[in-house]
Structures are given as structure tokens and as C-alpha cells.
């Protein structure tokens, strides 16, 4: 199953999960009308502007920018939006030819009061087509 971010995120709303908040655009005028909504929201000028592909490491690519203000959002966005994005996980890797962003996701920015407090996990499901079941890795530890 493939999922993009923004729908396993509206997935895990419809359970009661709290979630980063965000909306997703296909241009970058909608990027501007989810940018306002969030601001109104959130009373924040920041966003992060992420590309939706079926591929981790979208960060490292260049698909995930933090926006500050309008004119960021509207530069992120527009750069985003129509490149192929290479990533370790897309086809041939970072040499490889990529994929193509159709969509982004504008989400709030998460800001942590005490960001050393803060601890990260790592949650993967995965097939086990041998067994015929799922397997749920999960760690403290990224591992590359």
C-alpha cells in the first residue's frame, strides 16, 4: 500500500490522532490560499512546503522546505512543484531520474518549546510476502 503523507494524515485524523496540520496544493496559488489558512489558523507566518511522492528521504532531495513568510512559500512552492525529485529511495537513487511532484503538502511548523525533551521513533510496516502477514519495525535509532 502506498500512501502519500497527506493521506496517511487524514487517516490518522479519522481516528482522533493529533496530527501536524496542513493542506495539500497542486499549484502554487493553491499553496498560497493553504499558507493563508494555516496563518489564520495557527497565528504563524512559518509553514514547511513538503513534496508528495512515494519515496522517503524527501528532505534530502530538496523536497522539503521550512517557508518564513509569503515570499518563501511562494518560492518553495514553485520549485517544488514540477521536479523530479531524487531521493535514495526513488528509482536509480539520488543518479537516478526521480519523480515528478504534482502536489505538496502545506503543513504548520511543529515548534518545540524544549527540543532536547523531544524524542524521535521510527515506525515502519512492512510485507512479509513470504510469511503472508505484516511485520512492524520499530526503533529509536534512524538508521540509513
Do not use: W
Not at 493563508?36 to 512559518?46: D, P, S, V
Not at 509569503?70 to 531521493?87: Q, S
Not at 536509480?92 to 504548520?108: F, S
Not at 511543529?110 to 503472508?132: H, N
Amino acid at each position: 500500500m502506498n500512501l502519500h503523507e497527506y493521506q496517511g494524515k487524514e487517516l490518522l485524523a479519522s481516528y482522533g490522532v493529533a496530527i501536524q496540520r496542513g493542506r495539500l496544493a497542486q499549484t502554487v496559488e493553491e499553496a498560497v490560499e493553504a499558507y493563508e489558512a494555516l496563518k489564520a489558523e495557527t497565528g504563524t507566518q512559518y509553514c514547511v512546503v513538503k513534496a508528495q511522492i512515494h519515496a522517503g528521504g524527501r528532505g534530502k532531495g530538496g523536497g522539503v522546505k521550512l517557508a518564513k513568510n509569503m515570499d518563501d512559500l511562494k518560492h518553495h512552492a514553485g520549485n517544488i512543484l514540477g521536479m523530479m525529485l531524487r531521493t535514495p529511495q526513488t528509482p536509480g537513487g539520488m543518479d537516478g531520474p526521480g519523480k515528478l511532484v504534482r502536489k505538496v503538502l502545506i503543513a504548520e511548523d511543529s515548534y518545540a518549546p524544549d527540543f532536547d525533551a523531544c524524542k524521535e521513533y521510527y515506525v515502519s510496516i512492512l510485507t512479509d510476502r513470504e510469511k503472508k502477514r505484516n511485520v512492524i519495525i520499530y526503533s529509536t535509532e534512524k538508521v540509513e
